[in-house]
């Protein structure tokens, strides 16, 4: 089993950056495919960024340019860097982790392992 916590949320005008963590307890994080999900206020949880077991990662097209996962396998941590912050992108941003499968997984039913969440707020 692995424990997720996510920290890095906060509150940012438009065009700012942020840069959300996802730290891994219980299990070496590299055995992991992991991915971000965002839910806004009255709207179901949608994918945002993952990144595979082997560094692979991928976008949706609203955050493609502006965010980008990467993987820190000595702290155990996947990061969410996001930058040029719209409004539309204030939402609870959860990370998830899978230990199996070879590629990025960006469907939110096949992932197992889940976080509490930390909220965004972007204003305009």
């Known amino acids: 089993q692995v424990q997720l916590v996510e920290s890095g949320g906060g509150l940012v005008q438009a065009g700012g950056s942020l840069r959300l963590s996802c730290a891994a307890s219980g299990r070496t994080f590299s055995s992991y495919a992991v991915g971000w999900f965002r839910q806004a206020p009255g709207k179901e949880r949608a994918f945002v960024a993952a990144?595979?077991?082997?560094?692979?990662?991928t976008y949706a097209d609203s955050v493609k340019g502006r965010f980008t996962i990467s993987r820190d396998n000595a702290k155990n941590t996947v990061s969410l860097q996001m930058n040029s912050l719209k409004p539309e992108d204030t939402a609870v941003y959860y990370c998830?982790?899978?230990?199996?499968?070879?590629?990025?997984?960006?469907?939110?039913?096949?992932?197992?392992?889940w976080g509490q969440g930390t909220q965004v707020t972007v204003s305009s």
């Open positions: 990144i595979s077991r082997s560094d692979r990662s």
């Open positions: 998830a982790a899978v230990s199996y499968g070879i590629g990025v997984v960006t469907t939110a039913s096949h992932y197992d392992h």
